[in-house]
């Protein structure tokens, strides 16, 4: 969208072209930098107004399943939420409350960012769109704005079984799983890694499965997925390492589910409870090398998925 600029700003448009963005909150004299004010931006944007939304599935896939918990869904019903919520009662946010707020943060920020590279890049949408959530998360930590940022094995405030999630990087900035770059999150207790949330891709070549609240999960490492890089044995280190203790001390892992939108327009992420690690073992794969495979399941008792 075209938006009017003083002289000085379209003075500084050849500048944008040729530097690095710094995404700050302004203290500075307005004309300097690129500021995101989310208090300006309209809350009926959404930048997700253009990915049709999915319900939130069981261990069991359904596609005739249209209902469940949609954390990432449109920012209208988020607000409805709030807005009930504290008519009844004006004290401190509750953790669900913080949780879908910072949430439509990001989505108002992704939307401001993405609208500036499309306009730095002559409207090119393929490179306009590229990693903008990991620009927005960092603006979002900067602000101060992730909750729940200590890491934590089990529930995390505020999320419930069956939220979605359009990006990893919003995993983080609600703090159910912090690593953006790796499938398995850990915390350490002395010289002890527990595992605290894992993701896991269904037919992603890894061959994770879920079926009826059992899912098999392979560990990281070893450059198993990859074509070009030589292939290695994973290890029992890291990750790795963190669950196995998590079967050995009996500790609850988060298990969030990535699945490709029916639109095909990239993945999604389904928070689908806590599970115990029952089991792992070593096993060959197609290429000769040494994988981890750990089963885990889902703990009795919890909410069913809708």
């Known amino acids: 969208m075209e938006r009017e600029r003083s002289s000085p700003a379209r003075n500084m448009s050849s500048s944008f072209q040729k530097r690095s963005v710094v995404f700050a909150i302004r203290d500075f004299p307005s004309g300097c930098g690129t500021h995101i004010d989310p208090c300006k931006i309209d809350d009926d944007d959404d930048v997700f107004d253009n990915h049709?939304?999915?319900?939130?599935?069981?261990?069991?896939?359904?596609?005739?399943?249209?209902?469940?918990?949609?954390?990432?869904?449109?920012?209208?019903?988020?607000?409805r939420e709030m807005e009930t919520r504290r008519s009844?009662?004006?004290?401190?946010?509750?953790?669900?409350?913080?949780?879908?707020?910072?949430?439509?943060?990001?989505?108002?920020?992704?939307?401001?960012?993405?609208?500036?590279?499309?306009?730095?890049?002559g409207g090119d949408?393929?490179?306009?769109?590229?990693r903008?959530?990991?620009?927005?998360?960092?603006v979002l930590e900067n602000m101060g704005k992730q909750v729940n940022s200590e890491k934590r094995i089990g529930s995390v405030p505020g999320i419930n079984g069956g939220d979605e999630f359009q990006y990893k990087t919003e995993l983080r900035v609600v703090g159910l799983h912090s690593k953006?770059?790796?499938?398995?999150?850990?915390?350490?207790?002395?010289?002890?890694?527990l595992a605290?949330?894992?993701?896991?891709?269904?037919?992603?070549?890894?061959?994770?499965?879920?079926?009826?609240?059992?899912?098999?999960?392979?560990?990281?490492?070893?450059?198993?997925?990859?074509?070009?890089?030589?292939?290695?044995d994973q290890k029992l280190i890291k990750g790795n390492l963190a669950l196995a203790n998590s079967m050995r001390h009996q500790t609850e892992v988060r298990v969030i589910r990535g699945e490709e939108r029916w639109d095909r327009k990239g993945k999604r992420y389904v928070y689908d409870g806590l599970y115990l690690v029952?089991?792992?073992?070593?096993?060959?794969?197609?290429?000769?090398?040494?994988?981890?495979?750990?089963?885990?399941?889902?703990?009795?008792?919890?909410?069913?998925?809708?």
Do not use: W
Not at 96 to 101: G, H, Q, S, T
Not at 219 to 229: C, D, F, L
């Open 278 to 306: 029952e089991q792992y073992r070593e096993e060959r794969e197609a290429r000769g090398k040494l994988v981890y495979k750990f089963k885990l399941c889902r703990i009795p008792g919890q909410p069913p998925l809708t």
């Open 180 to 193: 953006t770059m790796h499938g398995i999150d850990y915390l350490k207790r002395g010289d002890l890694r």
């Open 52 to 79: 049709p939304r999915v319900a939130a599935p069981t261990c069991v896939k359904s596609k005739q399943q249209q209902a469940g918990h949609h954390v990432a869904a449109s920012s209208s019903s988020h607000r």
């Open 196 to 232: 605290t949330s894992i993701v896991a891709s269904e037919g992603y070549g890894y061959k994770d499965t879920f079926n009826s609240g059992v899912m098999f999960y392979t560990g990281e490492g070893g450059n198993v997925m990859s074509k070009e890089k030589k292939t290695e």
């Open 88 to 121: 009844s009662d004006d004290s401190d946010p509750t953790p669900r409350e913080r949780v879908l707020e910072v949430l439509s943060l990001f989505r108002k920020v992704f939307k401001e960012l993405d609208q500036h590279k499309k306009a730095r890049s």
């Open 132 to 138: 903008i959530d990991i620009k927005t998360l960092n």
């Open 125 to 130: 949408q393929l490179d306009a769109t590229s």
